[in-house]
T-cell receptor, first 115, second 114 residues
Framework: DAMVIQNPRYQVTQFGKPVTLSCSQT?????MYWYQQKSSQAPKLLFH???????NEADTPDNFQSRRPNTSFCFLDIRSPGLGDAAMYLC??????????????FGSGTQLSVL | AQKITQTQPGMFVQEKEAVTLDCTYD???????LFWYKQPSSGEMIFLIY??????QNATEGRYSLNFQKARKSANLVISASQLGDSAMYFC???????????FGKGTMLLVSP
């Protein structure tokens, strides 16, 4: 059974049209992460939540926002998608933050296309 | 400077053979963790194996082992007896101490042929 679920699997949006990607988890983990992965590149961390505490990476564009209404759900909002935002977006969770052996559990990702 | 370097964009191996995927890392921390993840075409990142910087023995998980050479700052993944289902992208990643986040390398695409 999937433990980190991302919907939809594929998302097509228009240039400049706001889009929201969703992630839910059944693991009851405290930490949720959003990564952006462009073709043939390493996943790049956008931001993460530790409980309700939001942590933005310094180089994450303002165009990207996130919401975590409760432990189970986390959303990625792209306010005005550009062509360069087309990518796979990966959600991940972990039960602890900061330990060097912290293991991340990933969803299957949402592949975003911008037309 | 890159913290995680994977120099092999792609690797080919025949079924049932062993294969080594290279990973070198750069850190000045004494405490850190090294991970390998597998990403099949379906997209999900699957955790394979973990090695802590203070672990004296190389980590093993089934057919996966991590060849940890601390002085060389390398953490190569060895897959024994390759299977067709091992065809995927493989990422090496590191977490340094002090509440840092996970940093990934660029990955190595492994193709296993019959």
């Amino acid at each position: 059974d999937a433990m980190v679920i991302q919907n939809p699997r594929y998302q097509v949006t228009q240039f400049g049209k706001p889009v929201t990607l969703s992630c839910s988890q059944t693991l009851n983990h405290n930490v949720m992460y959003w990564y952006q992965q462009k073709s043939s590149q390493a996943p790049k961390l956008l931001f993460h939540y530790y409980d309700k505490d939001f942590n933005n990476e310094a180089d994450t564009p303002d165009n990207f926002q996130s919401r975590r209404p409760n432990t189970s759900f986390c959303f990625l909002d792209i306010r005005s998608p550009g062509l360069g935002d087309a990518a796979m977006y990966l959600c991940a969770t972990s039960s602890i933050r900061g330990a060097t052996n912290e293991k991340l559990f990933f969803g299957s990702g949402t592949q975003l296309s911008v037309l | 400077a890159q913290k995680i370097t994977q120099t092999q964009p792609g690797m080919f191996v025949q079924e049932k053979e062993a294969v080594t995927l290279d990973c070198t890392y750069d850190t000045s921390d004494q405490s850190y963790g090294l991970f390998w993840y597998k990403q099949p075409s379906s997209g999900e990142m699957i955790f394979l194996i973990y090695q802590g910087s203070y672990d004296e023995q190389n980590a093993t998980e089934g057919r996966y082992s991590l060849n940890f050479q601390k002085a060389r700052k390398s953490a190569n993944l060895v897959i024994s007896a390759s299977q067709l289902g091992d065809s995927a992208m493989y990422f090496c990643a590191m977490r340094e101490g002090g509440y840092s986040t996970l940093t990934f390398g660029k990955g190595t695409m492994l193709l296993v042929s019959p």
